[in-house]
């Protein structure tokens, strides 16, 4: 007899389904602390927030489907989503 549960468990979303998005987001961040304004590290900025945003839209769907694995996963969740936030604030900004 198989145990469907463990199986599905085990594809649950956790930590490094958005650990992805924060790695996406690090020369964003970067880019916001050490560069100037220049429309070059702008537009990789965007690149990095727009590519976060999709790991970030697969990493709910995975959540959808299977459920996340537990709270640290809750709390990477939450760190991923305001460290974009923050660097869309900071983006729209110009």
Same mark, same amino acid.
């Not at 998005?21 to 560069?35: G, M, R, S």
């Not at 590519?51 to 939450?78: D, P």
């Given at each position: 007899? #198989?145990?469907?549960?463990?199986?599905?468990?085990? /594809?649950?979303?956790?930590? &490094? #389904?958005? &650990? *992805?998005?924060?790695?996406?987001?690090?020369?964003? &961040?970067?880019?916001?602390? !050490?560069?100037?304004?220049?429309?070059? +590290?702008?537009?990789?900025? +965007? $690149? %990095? %927030?727009?590519?976060?945003? =999709? *790991?970030?839209?697969?990493?709910?769907?995975? $959540? !959808?489907?299977?459920?996340?694995?537990?709270?640290?996963? +809750?709390? #990477? %969740?939450?760190?991923?989503?305001? =460290?974009?936030?923050?660097?869309?604030?900071?983006? $729209? /900004?110009?």
């Amino acid at each position: 007899m #198989t145990d469907t549960k463990s199986t599905a468990r085990t /594809r649950a979303a956790g930590g &490094a #389904t958005w &650990a *992805l998005p924060l790695l996406a987001l690090a020369p964003a &961040a970067a880019i916001a602390k !050490f560069t100037d304004d220049a429309t070059p +590290w702008l537009v990789i900025s +965007w $690149v %990095c %927030c727009a590519l976060a945003a =999709v *790991l970030l839209a697969a990493g709910w769907s995975t $959540v !959808f489907r299977n459920g996340m694995r537990n709270a640290g996963s +809750w709390a #990477t %969740c939450i760190l991923a989503h305001a =460290v974009l936030a923050i660097q869309l604030i900071w983006l $729209v /900004r110009y």
